[in-house]
């Protein structure tokens, strides 16, 4: 070892032993010259999902301390996270005939998208609200929510939050609920519905500033269904108002503000006619998309896989990411977008350039 | 005339000479200590109204030039200005079967609200809306917009604007659209609706910064009905939502923003139970409702007058207003309000303070 | 008379006895295809005013009831108005030796800008805001006000408002405050200007939400002259910086939010180079220009007029207008402009277009 | 094992073939009561940090591919990670005699904030940016920027960037710049400073919508000085300005919004006279502290440890903390404070109710 080795070598020592460490080494881990997610595309199929969901069901039970039957995808790419993307959770919840996961609230946002079945309640807030097939439900963070099934048969429906990035943000809290349900009321719309739930309308006793997240604790499937209808309907007659070309698309606002539902997550619903496509895309951050009806193929980077009724698809910052329809195709999403918006992070390539 | 008087005589004819005038002399006019409207509270009776206008459908053509059949409340405060208040422009407009009103467009914001009748389309930027008996229907500034009645009867409704604002302020532009209509067809519901009418759902070819005035071209009765419905109901079962006791409202807004529905223009349904009243409320800012169903009371200041369907009443500035319901009683209102609390003008004051 | 005619003009008498005007009898004058004020572009004469707020300040007292000593320019377009626009009030104000203009304070928002002189302090809510050549100072809606002169010597200066504006609108308040000067003390700056007149910094006492006006009480003509030098000077290095060649340009801002200082009224110094221009514009609403300091001509639709320090023009909406320096030219400008782009009226056109 | 022993086992390896992990055996972890942050409270004491830096001046070259000689704090309760906190990013930057940092960009947003010496230049997108005692430099994400040093003394200053924040979210953009110094001049002041450091006022070339980064690219000690000093001169003549007693403090603000400087760094200087302290306060979020001059004392939870100029402490989310000023003693800090806001993700508890 030459002197200056010797220097070098002890100088590397000493930022250790003083809690430092040198940019040089690693700058290009540091600060890549575009994203590098350790998160993977992936790819999980609800004929997998859904059977072991029902085996937690008959396994497991629910209730106080694990508060949830909820089975989170896990990215291959971060191991031991219950991770899909750095930012997003998403799970399976399932809850059995007379089952009720308890009251609790916390920071985190979360919302729930239904696959299929119907029966249970989210009471939020103590406002019962009724969960079916394409219904999304919102659960804002610090609102108290539990879930009841009144009914005899399971139900199970996609649960979405933002839990890795409160937690990469040390920004979580949590509270234990009371153990009663708060309303064991089953109507058929919520109170928060029948406030919020007319177009354009909005209650005089609640008119005042735009609100971090969405009063209306439920987007029904027949409104959203309808809104997917029109506009293919208005592109087969002509007009404007697809997303693309046979592509309609909608998304999840706070008609307090016109912006996303969710104060850090967005949330859209997909439709394309057979033989149309999401065209390649590229954002910086990350989405998962579900399969709501239909059949189709999924391309992100390398990777091509077939998606049927239920799969879900975890999609990293900036890969390059689109879908072909085979058959007429619904796609429910929820991305970080608003979070990289709101920190002027955002970034997209859409078309030849995204390839 | 002592020489101080004769310097005095000098001072304020050289000042009237150079285009001068001193503050001291108007001091209290040009700065009362409240607001000193000119406008007086006033009511006009739809049981005069009507007739009148069916009088003009006989008597005036309909056509370029006067391009609108339209007869405006004349504030008495306000002689030969047809204003209903310093801001607002109120008028009854009429047309008559087969006829059509023809295409223009004016930075005045607008809009139609139906009391009665239906069968006429307003075609607006191309798009053929249907009215029909309890809809709002909007024509934002500088969208181009005609109407035309296919059918056998004549229809008339409220048009509002803010026509004496935009005057006072030298800001109207206005141009003459193509004599030919731009689509005759007579769909039941607009282009606008069927992209816009769906609860917090935003279609992603219409997503971005919020837009100034709303894309929903008509709020449909069934819509406000069904609201002013639901907060009743919810007080009934003991729930908040009504904006007082026996009384429900709704804004009308804008989806992309959470704001009102014009720029400049405030729109609101009000429905009272019978016995049920609007507290006195002082506003700054001039507004003008109307009975769209029942009977019932209105105090302005010392004046009280009964209301029946149909009538007009005109609130200026700062007056002490209230309404008592005799039977049940649904009120529209317009105003000028989003111009005070753009510009940080707006006060109100409500209950004892107000009277 | 025909029966047909005999029956129209019933119909007319009839609309007026139930308070009702046709539009289409009006309809050109309520909607014209482009603003068509009935202010006039004018031009007062600093040679003019001056002598005559000079022997008002002999022969006219100040104090209680007329409040301040201020001479408006009345524009005759508007004849018995003392408005210079229809939306702004410009006027000399003159303070001899020792005199006191009593506290009061008003809904109308209210500037001071300081064209010769020194020596008067403007007490806003309680804090003494020396006046010297070249500032502008603030004094709020709302905001109780007084000046006192302590000195030997008269001072006067431009005092601008939104008068007109609030009066139609209806939206005045007025209250007298104390009789006693609230702070007699003569600091060389005003507290507002020790918390708030440090580029880019905020108090943490003064964090949160951006206000409705500016909290800093003076922007002093040693900032704004060095800002407007600073501009001219990186154009002369090549660098970008003026608002146009030659012509360097500040807008007075609200620290809190970036916008305009003052909520209703935008304030603005501008310099121009011998020889260099103001290009052609035509902007809605209204502005008044007055001449700091130099030689220049003005143009507005068909009138040239010389402009000397010290004089006023008026610019009524949509007029072309236009300035040429003979010597270098610093202008003074205010305008109505926020009140537009609040509400969704501004327009404007630059260059070729507007002529 | 009982045969539900063996299902469940079995369920839980299926769990993990089908890439997923339960939320119930975690609950606890990913949504703990409140924030629990590894990254640990710590000190960094200047006297060990400066002459490792000098050490590393000799023996490491500064170019391509390294591209600074930053040497990063790194939190000993997030190993290997060269992270003060999980969001934050904080170096000692050295860069001796005629040294050049080659130009780049990145959408990581910096700041230099300079604790002593003179000499070095920061180039910002062309524009020359000395830096000086006390200074605070901007250089917001996608700006190029380099530093050179054209003097014959070296000179160390303290890096703050979003790295750690803009890596979790996978949202890192990088790119070289050219190889030569943009502009080599070494101007007082920058082109952005004269442009835009003047209290208040905006030039109009650069008016319109808030930009997302504050366009004034340095912030200089004598103004942060001044608005310091003022704040507690004020509070001795009895009047309101400070942060708290004896605690005078001012945020750096972007002109254009009047919020934060930077997209998602909030920069501060705190000053608190002799025997004055920094109330105990817990926030979302974390930050960084650094003495800019005297001596204190602080407390994060459970630790104390004596503060001298130039060290720096790491604040992990939600931990207590409080200062205590042994002398006057001026402390610079920055954080993740606007991350948190704009997310709807921020508390904060202050005095008793945060110890």
């Known amino acids: 070892m030459t002197p200056s080795e ?26 890549p010259m575009t994203p590098q997610p350790a998160a993977h595309a992936h790819v999980w199929h609800w004929r997998d999902l859904y059977p072991i ?37 998403a799970a399976v919840q399932y809850l059995g005939p007379r089952e009720v996961a308890p009251s609790h609230r916390h920071s985190q946002g979360a919302f729930r998208f239904v696959l299929e079945g119907e029966g249970v309640w989210t009471v939020v807030d103590g406002d019962p609200v009724a969960m079916r097939r394409g219904d999304l439900l919102l659960t804002p963070g610090w609102a108290f929510h539990e879930h009841h099934n009144p009914t005899d048969r399971p139900m199970a429906w996609l649960d979405g939050l933002d839990i890795p990035l409160v937690s990469g943000l040390d920004a979580g809290f949590f509270e234990f609920g009371p153990d009663r349900l708060a309303d064991s009321s089953t109507p058929d719309r919520s109170r928060a519905e029948r406030l919020w739930a ?7 006793s609640g008119v005042g500033a735009p609100a971090a997240n969405s009063p209306l604790a439920a987007y029904r499937w027949q409104h959203t269904d309808a809104a997917l209808s029109a506009q293919l309907e208005l592109e087969s007659e002509g007009h404007p108002g697809t997303a693309g070309e046979g592509h309609a698309a909608v998304r999840f606002t706070n ?12 949330t859209e ?62 796609l429910f999403t929820f991305s970080d977008a608003p979070v990289y918006e709101a920190l002027n992070l955002y970034r997209t390539k859409i078309g030849a350039d995204a390839s």
């Open 255 to 266: 008609p307090t503000s016109g912006g996303d539902a969710l104060a850090t997550l967005r």
């Open 6 to 31: 010797t220097a070098l070598k002890q100088l590397y020592e000493d930022f250790a032993e003083a809690g430092l460490l040198p940019l040089w080494t690693q700058r290009e881990d540091l600060m």
């Open 198 to 204: 007319h177009p354009g309308l909005r209650p005089l």
């Open 53 to 89: 969901a029902q085996r937690a069901g008959e396994l497991v039970p629910v209730g106080r301390g694990g508060e949830r039957r909820a089975i989170a995808l896990a990215n291959p790419g971060l191991p031991g996270e219950p991770y899909a993307t750095p930012t997003l959770w």
């Open 269 to 330: 619903m997909h439709r394309l006619r057979a033989g149309s496509a999401l065209p390649v895309t590229r954002v910086v951050g990350s989405a998962v998309w579900q399969v709501f009806s239909g059949t189709g193929t999924v391309r992100i980077g390398d990777r091509t896989v077939r998606l049927a009724t239920g799969d879900l698809v975890a999609v990293p910052s900036w890969q390059p990411f689109s879908v072909e329809a085979d058959t007429d195709l619904d």
